[in-house]
């Protein structure tokens, strides 16, 4: 069974972390410190030279990882264990259009969840082969054909939380409950996270009073990563708290 299609039943905000595989100022333990902390899904980030999607935080970890230098092969391997290790818990994969499909597979096997591709978008079928699940960004705008992608959608829908890059941000934008209400009247029925900007666990809280199935974190788990492993812990501690308390 994908991991993936229990997030349609969970009784609990999902969250979701980006997890820098391959990136060495990483913790050694970074997995294991989200599974305790309550992350329900690994987003591993696959390094790319020119992640235009992603802020300072995340474009220095993919550098960090480029120099090691480390493959989409080996990122497949250090998946697969990850999900080995931790059973119940959903590992993506997040990559931009240079990413390879076929070097995500061992064996010809998926062993990962779900997949975001930033900047092209795979086909179907392709998809189905791998018994991958779709993950569909949708942009803050709301454009109509990201809409009807979403509708297809047979992952989770990453609804971007604010405008611009990957980054921290000091304000949640409430207009999101609006969004959300307008994917669910086009028919998407798949959960929906909102992503990018979620900073803190105030910002988690009221992503879920906007309606948002759960949130998804990226910049803000790799400043606390660099803080120090006490730090990281303290943050997803809050968050988890934030997303259980807010239903």
Known sequence: ???????????????????????PLALANQADIYAQQGVDVFEIGIPCSEPFFDGELVQSSMRRALAVPVEQHDIAQCASRIRQQHEGKAVVMMGYQNLCLK?????????????????AVKQESELEVATIRRIVFVPHDLPEEMITLARRCSGYVML??????????NEFDMSNKMKIERLRANGVVAPILLGVGISNAEQARQAIECGADGVIIGSACLAKMLEGEAQLRDFLAGIRSALNGSR
């Open 1 to 23: 069974m994908n991991r993936l299609d229990s997030l349609r039943t969970i009784n609990r905000p999902v969250l979701t972390c980006y997890l820098p595989v391959g990136d």
């Open 103 to 119: 070097q995500l597979l061992i064996n010809g096997k998926a062993e990962f969840d779900g997949l975001l591709q930033v900047g």
């Open 160 to 169: 971007q939380a604010a405008s611009g890059k990957t980054g921290l941000r």
